[in-house]
Structures are given as structure tokens and as C-alpha cells.
């Protein structure tokens, strides 16, 4: 059974509510699911729990809401703190450079991926294949530098930047399949490519990730929302 106190507003589908809950996963945390709809009108619990941005996740400890993933994960690794491994680093250097790197991922990585999946026009999606494809170089750097050799971000365990990436690793698989390009590629980042492979088989994350048909479906609708939502009206 979930704690009655712990639960976590968001969908199946969204990178950011994955992170809460891969989360509470390393820390042996049982919650409540609360599942928003994406492709409806938004919730009287999601527009009263999260004024200010009115967006998923939203997560609930004691009736209190907590909003932003990231905010979240050091929430949880901060209250959370006799089981499992830190999420966060407790050298104040690593953990600003943990800091920096998840703030990397949500401020360029995943608004130029987020593009290639909306855009509307081949100039604008051009643009944004470039920019995820540089996005994953530099990612392949900060893995070489943050890992130590080892196999996650976190160095032995899962970590801030792993859990920041690698909720978008479905994400990243449907987008590259719609515009026929391989995101993450032995040729380009080998490292990646190892790193991603022992993330989606850990046990916190595997039934977390979602199923990459099923997502890309979703993607379709999701996509065809945006677009309407962005459509010029008379």
C-alpha cells in the first residue's frame, strides 16, 4: 500500500512526473498515483495545488504540495535520508556541478528536443535536430567528467543528472524515430549509449519508463494539441 501521506499528481507520459516517482523508487518510498490527464482540460486539484505554473508533477507529502521536478528530487533526498543512496552528492562542489548539469538538461537539452517534436515547419525542425545533437556531445563531456569511470552520472549509483536525463530516454527514442535520426549513436556518444542501457535496467527506473509505442502515440496527440493551441485565431 502507498503511504496515505505521499502522493504524486502527473501522467504516465511526462519526463518530469518520471523523475518524482524513479525517485521514490531508490528510496523505497510508496506513494499515491494520481494520474492528470495531458489531452484534457486541467484538473481542479492540479489548478488549486500549483497556482502559480499549473503544471504536473505536483507532489504531496503531508498534504503539502511541492511543485518542479527538480525542487522535488531534493525534496525526497533531503527528507528520505536513511534509505538508499543520496540522490545529490554531499561534496558541495559535485553537487553544484550535479546542479548545473540538471539545469542544463531542462534550460537547452529539452527545450530544443521539444522542438524537433512540435515543429512546425522542416526549417524550424532542422534547427532543433542540430541543437539536440549538440546537446548529446556535450552530455557524452559532462559524463566523462561527472561518472568517474563508473556507470552513471551518480558515479556508482543513480544520481541528480542521471534521474534529469533519463527520464527523457523514451522521449528521445520516439522523437528520433520520427525524424529518422538515432539521437544517441555508438558513433557519436558511445558512453550514452552504456549509460543509458544500465539506466533503463535499474530496477528504480524499469517500470517507470513507459512503453516507446505507446508513447509515440501519445506524442502524435500531444503534439497535434500544440499545435492547435499555437494555431493563429480569427
Not at 533531503?78 to 562542489?93: G, K, M
Not at 556507470?151 to 530516454?169: C, E, H, R, T, W
Not at 527514442?173 to 543509458?196: D, F, N, Y
Amino acid at each position: 500500500m502507498a503511504e496515505s501521506n505521499v502522493k504524486v499528481l502527473g501522467t504516465w507520459a511526462s519526463p518530469f512526473v518520471m523523475r518524482v516517482k524513479i525517485a521514490l523508487h531508490l528510496k523505497s518510498v510508496l506513494y499515491e498515483d494520481v494520474e492528470e490527464d495531458l489531452l484534457a482540460p486541467k484538473s481542479e486539484l492540479l489548478l488549486k495545488s500549483n497556482p502559480v505554473y499549473k503544471k504536473i508533477p505536483v507532489f504531496f507529502h503531508a498534504h503539502s504540495p511541492i511543485c518542479e521536478s527538480l525542487i522535488i528530487l531534493q525534496y525526497i533526498d533531503e527528507v528520505w535520508t536513511t534509505s538508499a543512496s543520496s540522490i545529490l552528492p554531499s561534496d558541495p562542489y559535485e553537487r553544484s556541478q550535479s546542479r548545473f548539469w540538471a539545469a542544463y538538461v531542462d534550460d537547452k537539452f529539452f527545450p530544443a528536443l521539444r522542438r524537433l517534436l512540435i515543429g512546425a515547419t522542416e526549417e524550424d525542425k532542422k534547427a532543433a535536430l542540430a541543437e539536440v545533437v549538440e546537446g548529446t556531445v556535450v552530455l557524452e563531456g559532462a559524463f566523462g567528467e561527472l561518472s568517474k569511470g563508473k556507470a552513471f552520472f551518480g558515479g556508482d549509483n543513480i544520481g541528480f543528472v542521471d534521474i534529469a536525463l533519463g527520464s527523457l530516454l523514451g522521449w528521445i527514442e520516439v522523437i528520433g524515430k520520427q525524424c529518422e535520426t538515432k539521437l544517441v549513436s555508438e558513433a557519436k556518444t558511445p558512453r550514452l549509449v552504456q549509460w543509458a542501457d544500465c539506466f533503463s535496467a535499474h530496477e528504480a527506473v524499469k517500470d517507470v519508463l513507459p512503453d516507446v509505442d505507446k508513447l509515440a502515440d501519445f506524442g502524435l496527440k500531444l503534439r497535434a494539441k500544440i499545435l492547435k493551441g499555437l494555431a493563429p485565431t480569427n
